[in-house]
């Protein structure tokens, strides 16, 4: 059974640094062909795409919002780490974080998505 | 940047065919999947690898894709599909995703 779980403060200030774990079971990299993602939806808005990490540790970020970012992972405990820095209240979302499974080439798609984190920024 | 364009709403009465649609310029040479989102829960996969049923998922969602568009089709709507519709796609290293559209079947 996959499963992921988002953690992190509730609450940051503006300009901080927020930081988000992602904890999973049920897969692991060592497979293959599996990434763990981060996704944020703004109350009301739509989803927005953040960062991913893969089986190989490689790295890909939003270009939007790469200079923010940064993505890791440890797979001794299974999680995944995403910071992001100077956050301001446009920040203020809803942060997922979901499997994506690498079906060859071009096909990626989040195949299980974490509860989700809200996170607000304000002073 | 390139972009995934939805309609942002689309009605359907119960037990007629919804078609949301999903355009970009060379969208037809990408994998399209589309999640369904309901208020306070997180997306769930309803098709992925354009036209493929993850287990679980009702037969009357179907996908298609070709040349510049990609569609969600769901034959014979119900009231519990309603909810918002999000088509995403994987190009150049980047996770594209739509501005999402909400289906009302009333």
């Known amino acids: 059974q996959v499963t992921l779980r988002e953690s992190g403060p509730a609450l940051v200030k503006p300009t901080q640094t927020l930081k988000l774990t992602c904890t999973f079971s049920?897969?692991?990299?060592?497979?293959?062909?599996?990434?763990v993602s981060w996704i944020r939806q703004p109350p009301g808005k739509a989803l927005e795409w953040l960062a991913l990490i893969d089986w190989d540790g490689d790295k890909y970020y939003s270009a939007s919002l790469k200079s923010r970012l940064t993505v890791s992972r440890d797979t001794s405990k299974n999680e995944v780490v995403l910071t992001m820095s100077d956050m301001d209240p446009a920040d203020t979302a809803t942060f997922y974080c979901?499997?994506?499974?690498?079906?060859?080439?071009?096909?990626?798609?989040?195949?299980?998505w974490g509860q989700g984190i809200q996170v607000t920024v304000s002073s | 940047s390139y972009e995934l364009t939805q309609p942002p709403s689309v009605s359907v009465p119960p037990r007629q065919t919804a078609s949301i649609t999903c355009s970009g310029d060379k969208l037809g040479t990408l994998y399209v999947s589309w999640y369904q989102q309901k208020p306070g829960q997180s997306p769930v996969l309803v098709i992925y690898h354009d036209d493929e049923r993850p287990s679980g998922i009702p037969e009357r969602f179907s996908g298609s894709n070709s040349g510049g568009t990609a569609t969600l089709t769901i034959s014979g709507a119900q009231a519990m599909d309603d909810g918002i519709y999000y088509c995403q796609a994987w190009d150049s290293s980047t996770v594209l995703l739509g501005g999402g559209t909400t289906l009302t079947v009333l």
């Open positions: 049920g897969f692991s990299f060592n497979t293959g062909d599996m990434c």
């Open positions: 979901a499997r994506m499974y690498a079906s060859g080439t071009y096909s990626y798609y989040f195949d299980y």
